[in-house]
C-alpha cells in the first residue's frame, strides 16, 4: 500500500517485522539503493533494517549519491561491515548510519554530555 506523499514506493520481501513507515520513508533492499540514491532528490530516509540482502556496496552506493538522504538505517543488515559504516559516519556527517553499534555510541555519548559517569565500583566487585 502506498504511503501518502511518496511516489514509488519500494518495499524488501526480505524484511523482518519493520517499524511503520512514515511519509518521506522508504522500505527497501540493495538492488534498489542505487536507484534511491541516484534519482531520488527528496528521500531523507531510507530504513532496510533485517535485509539480509543489503551489502557495503549498497549501503556506501546510497550514501554517496543520495544528496537529500538524512537517515540511513542498517539494523541487523548483516552483511554491511561495521568498518564500513564507521567509514560512511566519517564521509557523510549529515546522514545518521543507525547499527546496534552506532546507536550504542549515541546513548553513551548523549548519557556522557547530560553528565553521566560510569559507577566503577560497581564493576569491581
Not at 511503520?20 to 532496510?48: H, K, N
Not at 557495503?56 to 538522504?69: F, M, V
Request: overall charge neutral; glycine content about 6%; hydrophobic content about 35%.
Amino acid at each position: 500500500m502506498p504511503l501518502p506523499g511518496v511516489r514509488g514506493q519500494l518495499s524488501c520481501s526480505h524484511t523482518f517485522s519493520p517499524a511503520p513507515l512514515t511519509t518521506g520513508s522508504v522500505l527497501v533492499c540493495c538492488p534498489a539503493l542505487i536507484a534511491i540514491g541516484r534519482y531520488s532528490v527528496t528521500i531523507e530516509t531510507v530504513e532496510v533494517g533485517w535485509c539480509k540482502e543489503i551489502t557495503d556496496q549498497g549501503a556506501t552506493l546510497i550514501a554517496q549519491s543520495s544528496k537529500s538522504l538524512r537517515y540511513l538505517g542498517l539494523m541487523r543488515c548483516d552483511k554491511v561491515n561495521e568498518v564500513t559504516v564507521e567509514q560512511l559516519v566519517q564521509q557523510y556527517p549529515h546522514i545518521t548510519f543507525s547499527t546496534v553499534l552506532q546507536d550504542c555510541k549515541r546513548t553513551l555519548e548523549r548519557a556522557y554530555q547530560m553528565g553521566w559517569t560510569p559507577n566503577m565500583s560497581a564493576a569491581s566487585s
